[in-house]
């Protein structure tokens, strides 16, 4: 099928969203609650376009496209309207950019830029916010910051569509409306994971580690794509450093994790700079702990092996692999117990 947006002729396929159709072909329409990995929430209302007989306009992002459709993206109405949607967000959530971890990388920022929000515009309807009560959210691992919150929804989407959870929902209505904890519904409670998807997907910073250091800002902050160390799944996953301290993780798209990333992939990382982290091997001498370098100790640990097989066999000897190393270092592991040293005392952390 074709529709015509903006005056030009462009190819859709069934199916697919106005707002799909315009991305297809590099026309932008601002957007604030859809996020590639969820399906169209609708909450938001930036992405709101004009379609030839509609008598409103309507969320590109939920509306299916149709032959001949005439869809208008950016006409003053919509500009004003966007604006006005805009001023409304920002009644509620403290326009604190200076202060606030994201500035620099915030969708909400960068909208408030295009569309010239500025602090005259926050007085228009002359409403003091309602301060929202603080209450628990559905782990302790993640503060969640009401004021700043937009109920946009993708959190409550990703703990459903992501994690297939559905440990949060919003509650309570009008200004009060907040996001929380699902009730307890009969004998089912769905108890949260800590994975962080809801974190994760928040466009506002309205979820915010609770335990993490603080972060940086975008532009002190250097992201290095690696690969996860606490099991074999091999998720990918970005390390953002400011100088030499790791101050959180972001996902990253693709991979075999898809971006998803669990909590101790998440949240485990402050280990990296943990002021006890072993930095070399030790040897125990005497009953304390000496600094070694690698040559010596394994020097060491060669000629000990070789020492207790010949003084009382091969199954004096046990070892014990690492849910840390690669699939590939575990094989050769197991291979050099059972094939050089002669035994099959040889298991993995992972079933302990
Ligand atoms: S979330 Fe975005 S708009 Fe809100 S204070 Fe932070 S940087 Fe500014
Ligand atoms: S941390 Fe995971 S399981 Fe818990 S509320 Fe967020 S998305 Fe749902
Ligand atoms: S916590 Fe974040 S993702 Fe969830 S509704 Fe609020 S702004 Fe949206
Ligand atoms: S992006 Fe379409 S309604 Fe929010």
């Known amino acids: 099928m074709t529709i015509l947006m903006d005056g030009m002729r462009l190819n859709a396929r069934e199916g697919q969203t106005i707002l799909d159709v315009a991305r297809e072909h590099d026309i932008r329409i601002p957007t604030l609650c859809y996020h590639e990995k969820l399906k169209p929430i609708g909450s938001c209302r930036m992405c709101i376009v004009e ?20 869809v208008r993206t950016h006409t003053p109405d919509l500009v004003e309207l966007r604006r006005e949607t805009l001023k409304l967000i920002f009644l509620k959530h403290p326009m604190n950019c200076a202060a606030c971890e994201i500035n620099g990388n915030c ?49 409550v989407q990703a703990c459903v569509e992501i994690t297939e959870v559905g440990a949060i929902n919003f509650k309570g209505r009008g200004a009060l409306a907040r996001i929380a904890p699902v009730e307890r519904m009969g004998s089912i409670k769905p108890e ?20 993490g250091k603080k972060r940086g800002k975008a532009w002190e902050t250097r992201k290095v794509k690696t690969t996860c160390t606490y099991c074999g799944c091999g998720c990918q996953l970005e390390l953002n450093a400011v100088g030499e301290t790791v101050t959180a993780v972001t996902p990253v798209d693709g991979g075999v994790n898809r971006g998803a990333l669990c909590s101790k992939g998440r949240f485990g990382y402050d280990f990296i700079n943990h002021h006890e982290r ?69 298991d993995h952390c992972a079933r302990l």
């Open 278 to 346: 072993l930095k070399t091997p030790l040897i125990r001498e005497n009953g304390t702990w000496r600094e070694a370098n690698w040559d010596e100790a394994l020097d060491f640990v060669a000629k000990r092996l070789v020492d207790i097989r010949s003084e009382s066999g091969p199954d004096a000897i046990g070892a014990l692999a690492s849910a840390r190393c690669t699939n590939e270092e575990n094989y050769l592991f197991q291979k050099f117990i059972r094939g050089v040293i002669g035994t099959n005392n040889v």
């Open 107 to 155: 969708q909400l920022q960068d909208l408030a830029h295009e569309y010239d929000i500025n602090h005259t515009d926050l007085h228009t309807y002359n409403i003091r916010p309602v301060e929202p009560e603080p209450g628990p959210y559905a782990t302790p691992l993640i503060q969640y910051h009401p004021r700043r919150c937009i109920l946009c929804g993708r959190c």
């Open 192 to 211: 949260c994971v800590s994975c962080g998807e809801c974190m994760a997907v928040c466009p506002v910073n309205a979820l915010t580690e609770a335990l």
């Open 51 to 70: 379609v030839e007989g509609s008598s409103t306009p309507v969320a590109a992002c939920t509306t299916a496209v149709s032959d001949g459709m005439i």
